[in-house]
């Protein structure tokens, strides 16, 4: 494992592993401290590091507590930071000053890259990237995740973009920044809630070790940048479209109407979904990244075979 600033902590499970080159995954946290209330976030955290356990890899949470970036999460750990406050929810711009002045944060997609390539860490489990917004034509709202996944070499298993984006124009970014984008199983693009859509996947594989196939030929290309793995929530758990697409609707209506911008978008929205359906989208959210993880899992392993 490569030296680390002293403002890293990195759990004892997590380092022995990178020692001795076994499998890890990464795990966002800002799903534990603006996606879900205490104790759901908690809760879900802990059966997400279970399911890539069980699977016969190391999960690796990373967070940001008092001013220490962390890089595994100990039991109480993960408990303090699903208790706090007004955490700041930190990517690439940001993480520096979550650090530098003592603050509790979540890291999103962009900022769990980072830390994840600079830890040696090639796999990240999470439920789904940020995108390009809605309007973004007026508002430039374009989220950080996707420049990063087109500069930061780390392979991110995800159910696709989050439904509440514009799906098509996030997409097409994700080409621009040259981002290798593989439907695991699949030959439509994932919707988070909806296990399809009506978007063609760039690339289709379908299995872990097939992906793995592919990481391998990119290291060997020094190619550089992120592979996103796109994986259809089950379809047992899914929404279906025209129901998530009338709760995501009418969220936007009352957004646009409160004035709502920036980081609170996606908060907001999701936390409107939430109770517009009566805790059914928390549930399908929950599904979804459980099995992300169990993928990363197996992809993680078969990198290390």
């Not at 996944?149 to 159910?159: E, K, P, S």
């Not at 984008?181 to 379908?206: E, K, N, Q």
């Not at 980081?263 to 929950?286: C, D, M, W």
């Amino acid at each position: 494992m490569t030296h680390l600033p002293s403002f890293v902590d990195v759990h004892a499970d997590v380092r022995n592993a990178l020692e001795t080159n076994a499998p890890v995954v990464a795990l966002e946290s800002t799903i534990i401290t603006h996606g879900m209330p205490f104790p759901d976030n908690v809760e879900m955290a802990r059966a997400v590091e279970e399911e890539i356990r069980a699977r016969g890899a190391i999960p690796a949470t990373i967070a940001v507590l008092d001013g220490v970036l962390k890089i595994g999460l100990g039991t109480d750990e993960l408990e303090a930071l699903a208790k706090v406050k007004d955490a700041l929810k930190i990517s690439r711009a940001d993480i520096g000053y979550a650090i530098s002045q003592g603050k509790s944060a979540g890291t999103t997609v962009a900022a769990t890259m980072i830390v994840a390539q600079m830890a040696g860490i090639r796999v990240f489990a999470t439920g789904g990237i940020g995108g390009v917004h809605k309007g973004a034509e007026t508002s430039f709202d374009i989220s950080a995740d996707l420049t990063e996944l087109g500069r930061t070499d780390v392979i991110v298993v995800a159910a696709g973009a989050k439904a509440i984006l514009d799906v098509p124009k996030t997409l097409e970014v994700l080409e621009t920044q040259g981002v290798s984008v593989v439907g695991y199983r699949t030959d439509t693009l994932p919707a988070f809630w909806t296990s399809g859509s009506d978007l063609d996947i760039p690339l289709r594989l379908d299995s872990a070790a097939e992906i793995s196939e592919f990481q391998k030929v990119r290291d060997a290309l020094r190619l550089g940048g992120g592979m996103l793995v796109a994986n259809p929530i089950p379809a047992g758990d899914e929404i279906p479209a025209e129901i998530i697409n009338g709760y995501i609707a009418t969220a936007q209506a009352e957004m646009a109407a409160q004035g709502i911008s920036g980081k609170a978008v996606t908060p907001f929205l999701l936390q409107r979904i939430f109770e517009l359906s009566e805790g059914r989208s928390l549930r399908s959210n929950i599904a979804l990244v459980k099995n992300n993880a169990r993928l990363a899992a197996d992809i993680a392993v078969a990198l290390h075979s």
